[in-house]
Every structure is written in structure tokens, then in C-alpha cells.
């Protein structure tokens, strides 16, 4: 995955379909192929942006009226600005005369405000990986890499386990916003960290639009080293953290990974309701302040006992007892 970039889609003004191109790949967190970006826009700043593929809208004639009915019921009165991506110059027309009869077909409370046409190869050398090379990031350790993640997360989890309990939130915070050159090292302990309640609450109620990109980065690189048992909360994690950097793809690859390999996983919920929801980002605070993610206490959120040993050992990892991170302070959006 590309370096963050420290473009912020939501404090950056869009002013037209045409002037929005250039900035696609770091709105949506990818390189953009055959598909429909979507600014959802109030006074031109962006409160959302959707990205959907082609191939959703020319299959269901509904998909681009339904998609606008919950844009409008979430933000009556915005400006779309909508720019269509394909190798097939013959694409986009169809799709900007599609988005002008789900327009004509009812009176909605949105307004048109622009559409643009690019080529996939115009966002070659963008620096964002693809859907498809993001969907081997996705992929967990092949069977060759097993034991090689295996083992990094022993040697991790043995490193940690000399550390006081109380430091390990301050020492997850430190790994996944100070140094963007982590080790596979860091990495791994990053991901033993993630398994741990307070670690897991102290990076969630800390995270925020400023900070989002840089997560997002850090966590995505971890889970390409992250065994299969424990991947669970880095999925959670890099959930929240694309959907507060506005990563909608990057967010529903997540999610649907956290749906085929642990559909009972507690925060699922929250997260497919604010997808549904299209809630913004910038009302992450008030999501945080709910703590509704850990309402179900009787949950283990470690995964310590799911690091595969090579052999016995005399002392167990023993079900965490650590004080509950500071209340959050809201930062700001």
C-alpha cells in the first residue's frame, strides 16, 4: 500500500467533476479501475465519498436509485460530484446517462453538480495499489509463511510480555502513528497489541480523522503478516480506521473478511451500520462516545492463546486484568 499521503478528503474543497480526478486515489484509498467515484458534497467540502463498480450498475438497474434514496436520506440538500473510471471510453456516457434518468425519474433533494470521465491508465504510477494487489494484502499467510509469522509472533509476544501491562496501550499508540518504517518486528507486536481490550479501546478512542491515514497504513501492512487465528481485531481495527480516512473499498474489503471468517464478531455490527447508515466520518466522535462496540463484556478480545507454540510451555498466558484506558476526550474534527 502507498505511503500516507496527508491528503485529507474531508477538509478538501471540490469545486467541480474535472478538478476532482487527480484526487481519487487518495479519496478512496486506491488506484481507481471501471468503477463510479461519487463526492457527496455540502459547500463543496466533502462529507462522504462512494465508490462502486461498474459492473454493479450495469447489472441492477436499481443499484444507482437505491444508492442515491440513502445518500439523499442522509444528506438532503448535497452537491454530487461524479466522476466515472474505464478502459472503454464508451463506459462513462452510459453511466452519466444512468445517473441523469435515476435523477429524472423522481424529484430528489440532491443536486447534480458535475461529471467527469478518466482512464484507468490515467492513475497509473498514483502510488495506490489496485483492488486486485489490495486483495493479496487481504490474503492471509500463504503455507509457506506460516511459521515464519508464526514465529514472529512468538518472539513478540515474549518481548512484550517484559513490558508493564500498564505501558502497553502508550506502547501500541507509539507503533502505529510514530514511525512509519516498522519492522516485521513492530509489525508483529503491533498485531499481539491489537489482541489486547485496553490496547484495542486506547487506539480506537485516539483515533481520528488526522491521524486515520496513518493507522490505516500501519495496520494494513501488519495484517499481511497476521496468522489466521488472530485476525479478527486487525480486520476490526483497519475497518475503523479506512472508514474514518473515508477508504470506503479498503472498509468494505475489511468488513467482508471479518463476515467469511468471523461473522460473530462484536463490532461487525456497528460497522455494517455505518456503511448502510453512510455515516461520516466526521461524526466518529459521537460513534466513540457510544462504546456501543464494547457493550458485550463477556467477550475475550485477546488472542494471545491463539499464537501457535512449538512446544508446552510451564507458564500459560493468563486471561488479561488490565485497567481500562482514559475515558475518551474527543479529539478534534
Known amino acids: 500500500m502507498g505511503k500516507p499521503s496527508g491528503f485529507r478528503a474531508l477538509n478538501h474543497p471540490i469545486t467541480s467533476a474535472e478538478g476532482m480526478v487527480a484526487h481519487i486515489p487518495d479519496m478512496v484509498g486506491l488506484k481507481p479501475e471501471e468503477c463510479l467515484v461519487t463526492a457527496v458534497t455540502r459547500q463543496n467540502m466533502v462529507m462522504v465519498t462512494s465508490r462502486v ?39 462513462p456516457p452510459a453511466v452519466a446517462a444512468l445517473i441523469q434518468e435515476a435523477f429524472s425519474g423522481q424529484s430528489r433533494n440532491l443536486t447534480l453538480g458535475g461529471f467527469a470521465q478518466a482512464a484507468n491508465s490515467s492513475f497509473d504510477g498514483c502510488g495506490k495499489p489496485s483492488r486486485a494487489e489490495l486483495a493479496k494484502q487481504f490474503a492471509p499467510p500463504s503455507e509457506e509463511q506460516r511459521e515464519t509469522c508464526a514465529d514472529l509472533m512468538r518472539a513478540a509476544r515474549r518481548r512484550i510480555d517484559l513490558v508493564d501491562r500498564g505501558q502497553w496501550p502508550e506502547r501500541a499508540q507509539d507503533l502505529i502513528t510514530e514511525d512509519l518504517q516498522l519492522s516485521d518486528a513492530d509489525l508483529a507486536e503491533l498485531v499481539i497489541l491489537m489482541g489486547s481490550r485496553p490496547c484495542k479501546e486506547h487506539l480506537l478512542v485516539r ?55 468471523f461473522p460473530g464478531a462484536a463490532e461487525l455490527p456497528l460497522l455494517q451500520q455505518l456503511i448502510k447508515e453512510i455515516t461520516p466520518p466526521s461524526e466518529w466522535d459521537d460513534v466513540k462516545r457510544m462504546e456501543v462496540w464494547f457493550a458485550d463484556e463477556t467477550k475475550t478480545v485477546s488472542k494471545f492463546d491463539q499464537i501457535p507454540e512449538r512446544h508446552n510451555t510451564t507458564n500459560p498466558p493468563q486471561q488479561e486484568e488490565l485497567p481500562q484506558a482514559p475515558a475518551p476526550k474527543g479529539p478534534a474534527i
Open 53 to 91: 463498480d461498474l459492473d454493479d450498475i450495469f447489472g441492477d438497474r436499481h443499484y444507482l436509485p437505491s444508492l442515491l434514496d440513502r445518500i439523499q436520506k442522509r444528506f438532503p440538500g448535497a452537491t454530487l460530484f461524479n466522476v466515472a473510471v474505464s478502459a472503454n471510453p464508451e463506459l
Open 207 to 261: 483515533l481520528h480523522t488526522g491521524n486515520a491515514e496513518e493507522y490505516q497504513y500501519q495496520i494494513l501492512r501488519a495484517l499481511e503478516i497476521t496468522p489466521q487465528p488472530m485476525r479478527e481485531n486487525v480486520l476490526t481495527m483497519l475497518a475503523f480506521a479506512s472508514w474514518t480516512n473515508s477508504g470506503g473499498p479498503i472498509t468494505s474489503m475489511a468488513i467482508q473478511a471479518l463476515r467469511d471468517e
